[in-house]
């Protein structure tokens, strides 16, 4: 029983460049979520989903796009990478929706580094 | 603006003695609080969490203390272990706020001095 994995663990882009970044869990979980984590700023949800096929927008969803062909995976998309997005991307899923008392489960994250 | 705060960025304390990480709020209509513990090169993991209708939660050596009309909240860990050095985000949610969004803190780094 793996959790939620992340890959890659590391990646640096240059402006511009597009990335995905993959989550999968095996939890059998309906909810998924991405969120960045800046110094000072704790985790923003950048897009979360409720279900296979779902997608929706958190805090600072411009410049991601998200996907949710699989119940156990959930895609990030950078499709031209800016240095604002120089950061620590977390996955998590939950059993629950997450705003109404559930614990999320996160992956190890992802360092990115926009140059 | 930050709906949840945590004002100290990072905290020492001795083994054996308590630690005391705060936290605090401004969305009154916030009635769900949880604690996670993050470890360098890994996710947070859940640690406890309190309902509103309750002003303490107990489980092992962490204690959660909610002060509703302060809009404050507190992690005591006693005694605190070397293992415990980690950085705590305090987060919050409730039915009657934005359902889907769990509110995290920038977080407090705590260091347990052997």
Known sequence: NAGVTQTPKFRVLKTGQSMTLLCAQDMN??????????????????????????????????GYNVSRLKKQNFLLGLESAAPSQTSVYFCAS?????????????????????L | DQQVKQNSPSLSVQEGRISI????????????FLWYKKYPAEGPTFLISISSIKDKNEDGRFTVFLNKSAKHLSLHIVPSQPGDSAVYFCA????????DKVIFGPGTSLSVIP
């Open chain 1, 29 to 62: 979980h309906e909810y998924m979520y991405w969120y960045r984590q800046d110094p000072g700023m704790g985790l923003r949800l950048i897009h979360y989903s409720v279900g296979e096929g779902t997608t929706a927008k958190g805090e600072v969803p411009d």
């Open chain 1, 94 to 114: 939950s059993l629950g929706l997450a705003g109404l008392y559930n614990e999320q489960f996160f992956g190890p994250g992802t360092r990115l580094t926009v």
């Open chain 2, 21 to 32: 990480l705060n936290c605090d709020y401004t969305n009154s209509m916030f009635d769900y």
């Open chain 2, 92 to 99: 919050a949610s409730g039915l009657k706020t934005s359902y």
